[in-house]
């Protein structure tokens, strides 16, 4: 087994960080590879590795699965143990819920507050649909800290922590209001020794939007 994840820029691609999260969380042993953003070859780089035209991608050997939830789903299935999906039912089916309204909604704030992890733009991009995706995100992370008591929405680091995780950096740069639980969950994500190894890496790429 031969894994290479094949990320966008990491200053940039909020859907790269989720699979990145995934497979780090899990110790796996895989190779990322970044093709840069917005650049004249990103696209026919990017349609090298997959015919959808899209990162990330993730390659395990000859088998080439797209799509971020696809790639954490997938890495869940080869490292069971690592408990990518809460032990029990009823929180895992939270758990897949919340992981697939992140993944089918919120295009406002996406449109609104696009990922720029080094970046501090504060009270850029708050229209009142952005803000209202907020509110419903931050619902949801109060929901789950609530019942599971924290430091992660359902206690320890799962694959719903890793599709959330591009959201908490767009509140930090564009400085939206948070309350001190959702603060304290945004500070967690901050802290893993992944994402500042995926922080400390796009701090190195070059900036190619303003
Ligand atoms: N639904 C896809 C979205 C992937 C996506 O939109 N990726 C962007 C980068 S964050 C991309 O590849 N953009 C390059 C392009 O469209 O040419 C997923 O979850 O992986």
Known sequence: MALTLYVGSKRYSSWSLRPYLALAQAGADFECKTIL?????????????????????????????????????????????????????????????????????????????????????????????????????QQIWREALDASGGPFLFGKFTIADAMF????????????????????YVDAIAQLPAFRAWYADAEREPKSRE
């Open 37 to 137: 953003l917005d650049q004249p070859d990103t696209k026919a780089k990017i349609g090298d590795v997959n015919p959808a035209g899209k990162v990330p991608v993730l390659h395990d050997d000859r088998l080439v699965i797209w799509d971020s939830l696809a790639i954490c789903e997938y890495v869940a299935e080869l490292y069971p143990t690592a408990g990518l999906w809460p032990d029990d039912r009823v929180a895992r089916a939270k758990a897949r819920a919340i992981s697939c309204e992140m993944h089918s909604s919120f295009a406002s704030l996406r449109g609104a507050m696009p990922m720029d992890i080094l970046s501090k733009k504060p009270g850029v991009g708050h229209t009142a649909e952005a803000l209202a995706d907020a509110r419903r995100v």
């Open 165 to 184: 995780a591009p959201v908490t950096t767009r509140f930090t740069t564009y400085g939206v209001d948070m309350d001190a639980q959702c603060r304290a």
